[in-house]
């Protein structure tokens, strides 16, 4: 291509590979997505049996179940905010491939923002996993083993 009609195909070559890191980083935040919205799918699932077994208990029973519900809403608002800091983090590397396209094929040159929305973005991914570790203690911390279970038989 001649330059008076745009970059060569060299230029558009190291640019796509440029930005072929960054779109990994894509990939992956796609697949942790898809492992936070089956937790979340199953955290609904389990609150609603409790909430049919909230109206047929009573007493020791009664509390466990009211125990794990509340639980179980704190774990949905943790799954909620990992799902929004993984969406977030997944916006600004698309913000961040964007940028590195406008600077590659222009004369546009701002490399700190390119690296500073990368670092945004890995920010905002810390954040999610940090919650997604919160989560799984919390979903840990509502499993109730009954004693009996616990107890080996005696040998006779």
């Known amino acids: 291509m001649h330059p ?7 230029v558009v070559i190291s640019v796509l590979q440029t930005a072929l890191t ?3 980083l894509l990939v992956a935040v796609g697949s942790l997505l898809n492992v936070l919205t089956g937790r979340l799918s199953r955290i609904v699932d389990r609150s609603r049996d409790l909430q049919q077994l909230h109206g047929v208990t009573e007493g020791a029973a009664h509390q466990r179940v ?3 519900l509340r639980i179980i809403e704190r774990r949905m608002q943790v799954v909620g905010s990992s799902i929004l800091f993984a969406v977030l983090s997944a916006i600004t590397v698309c913000i961040m491939i964007a940028l590195l396209f406008l600077m590659g094929l222009t004369k546009f040159s701002a490399p700190w923002i390119a690296v500073s929305v990368f670092m945004l973005s890995l920010a905002l991914l810390a954040t999610c996993l940090l919650q997604f570790v919160h989560e799984i203690r919390l979903a840990t911390h509502a499993i109730h083993v009954p004693e009996e279970y616990l107890e080996l038989p005696e040998k006779g």
């Open 66 to 68: 009211v125990s794990e």
């Open 4 to 10: 008076e009609f745009g970059p060569n195909l060299t």
């Open 22 to 24: 960054p779109a990994f």
